[in-house]
């Protein structure tokens, strides 16, 4: 089974409108983390939001938030009031603990295109 | 402070050549982490270190990929008798020690191998 699985491979938004990217994963170890990462054209890879296993709160950073839903395993990022520069691709990972120390996994990711 | 740098940012080589990929971390991060990313694919990950030593490397592709770490600063990663299918970005991550709690990576802007 795929760790981390983002279905949507490309999404349209109107500037200054929310909009909701989603993430699923899969893994049977307790503790874990989620984060999400945008990568512009430019190629660079920008740490945007992270979320832990046990955290009871769901994770905001700025304009970002992690909609966590644990029974569903379900880790969708919200980007409110989208901007011209939110345009990227966006990727869902998880760290989750192993024998020697930890994994990361990657989603195919999702692209974002902002509308003006 | 500065970013996480890599060099080169684009190496072109002859099938069956070696080539050497280097990254240099954040100052005070003691983590790092190799990934690559094949045209239009998410990051696939590679290894990464915990000070000088890489508990896991199961996630090397083949024989032919090598990595080191040294003073727990820069690191290197070697592809040996390199193949058309190593043709990726590869991309290099640092992030704080895991007994912080702080996850979340920082990656350089990658190096771009193109093999011949």
């Known amino acids: 089974a795929q760790k981390i699985t983002q279905t949507q491979p490309g999404m349209f938004v109107q500037e200054k409108e929310a909009v909701t990217l989603d993430c699923t994963y899969d893994t049977s170890d307790p503790s874990y983390g989620l984060f999400w990462y945008k990568q512009p054209s430019s190629g660079e890879m920008i740490f945007l939001i992270y979320q832990g296993s046990y955290d009871q709160q769901n994770a905001t950073e700025g304009r970002y938030s992690l909609n966590f839903q644990k029974a569903r395993k379900s880790a969708n990022l919200v980007i409110s009031a989208s901007q011209l520069g939110d345009s990227a691709m966006y990727f869902c990972a998880m760290r989750e603990a192993t024998d020697t120390g930890n994994q990361f996994y990657f989603g195919t990711g999702t692209s974002l295109t902002v509308i003006p | 402070g500065a970013g996480v740098s890599q060099s080169p940012s684009n190496k072109v080589t002859e099938k069956g050549k070696d080539v050497e990929l280097r990254c240099d971390p954040i100052?005070?991060?003691?983590?790092l982490y190799w990934y690559r990313q094949s045209l239009g694919q998410g990051l696939e990950f590679l290894i990464y270190?915990?000070?000088?030593?890489?508990?896991?490397k199961s996630g090397l592709p083949s024989d032919r990929f090598s990595a080191e770490r040294t003073g727990g600063s820069v690191s290197t990663l070697t592809i040996q008798r390199t193949q058309q299918e190593d043709s990726a970005v590869y991309l290099c991550?640092?992030?704080?020690?895991?007994?912080?709690?702080?996850?979340?990576?920082?990656f350089g802007p990658g190096t771009r191998l193109t093999v011949t």
């Open positions: 270190f915990q000070g000088n030593s890489a508990p896991d």
């Open positions: 100052s005070g991060h003691t983590a």
């Open positions: 991550a640092s992030s704080l020690a895991w007994d912080s709690g702080r996850y979340e990576q920082y």
